[in-house]
């Protein structure tokens, strides 16, 4: 999401939280999930962020609605790209692979009931894809094993699109779509998201005058970790920090910390 965000809007400072020490979001209880992301919004904002994105399916399930009443300032959230896969399918069939607790959300059940109905929408949990990532193995036995497992059994049902419902699985697409084939269509819904930020800026006169900035990156895991993974993924400039970002029982993020 970040590097979609520094593609569609390079002169825009940006402020990108890792939340490791957390990770993986998608066992975790709604309320705890909320904690994390009203902590970390209040984290950014306090650091002068004049817009959010929350660059998380969870999270988004979780947490928009409250983050939205609680601040004023523009908010964009991720969803499953249900629709524009419901129109690009032939077969009548399209995959979405996503974390356990997307998949059981009511939001994916909103975009089935609004996009849906017409088609079949088989949602996949993939447990184990985040790990593998977070950890830096985009070439592993293990996450191939994983993607084959995932995949197969929904191309298997004639799924002809499959979509991308983790902000980490378009860190390994390219593995996927090996596995999909070429028959398969494989949607990674960053770039809309990225082109809704900038939409939501320009409407609200914040975009940013010329230049290009480098990001602002903190993990609330540890910066050599975080530093060696986005190497990884070819962002060897950027110097991560690392950070404690306590989450707080409130009303707002509806429950307990962490």
């Not at 904002?45 to 959010?52: S, V």
């Not at 032939?90 to 059981?104: E, F, P």
């Not at 028959?183 to 939409?199: F, K, M, S, T, W």
């Amino acid at each position: 999401m970040l590097r979609e965000i520094r593609r569609e809007l390079p002169a825009e400072p940006l402020l990108y939280v890792a939340d490791s020490a957390f990770a993986p979001y998608g066992d975790r209880a709604p309320a705890d999930i909320a904690a994390r992301v009203h902590a970390i919004a209040e984290f950014l904002i306090d650091r002068g962020a004049k817009a959010l994105v929350v660059a998380c399916n969870t999270a988004t399930s979780a947490a928009v609605n409250s983050l939205r009443e609680s601040h004023a300032i523009p908010i964009v959230a991720m969803e499953p790209a249900v629709k524009p896969a419901a129109a690009l399918t032939k077969s009548g069939v399209i995959g979405v692979l996503a974390t356990q607790r997307t998949v059981d959300s009511d939001q994916l059940a909103r975009l089935r009931e609004n996009h849906g109905r017409e088609i079949a929408v088989l949602a996949r949990p993939a447990p184990g894809l985040v790990e593998c990532i977070e950890a830096g193995e985009f070439d592993s036995e293990r996450l191939q094993g994983l993607i084959e497992r995932y995949v197969r059994p929904l191309l298997a049902s004639g799924a002809d699109v499959l979509v991308l419902g983790c902000t980490h699985y378009p860190l390994i697409r390219a593995l996927i779509e090996r596995v999909a084939g070429p028959g398969c269509v494989v949607i990674d819904p960053a770039p809309a998201v990225a082109r809704e930020l900038r939409r939501r800026l320009a409407a609200a006169n914040l975009l940013a005058d010329g230049g290009t900035v480098s990001p602002k990156v903190f993990t609330t895991g540890t910066a050599d970790a975080m530093r060696a993974l986005l190497a990884r993924l070819g962002e060897q400039t950027v110097s991560p920090v690392a950070v404690e970002i306590p989450a707080r029982r409130d009303e707002r993020s509806g429950g307990a910390a962490a």
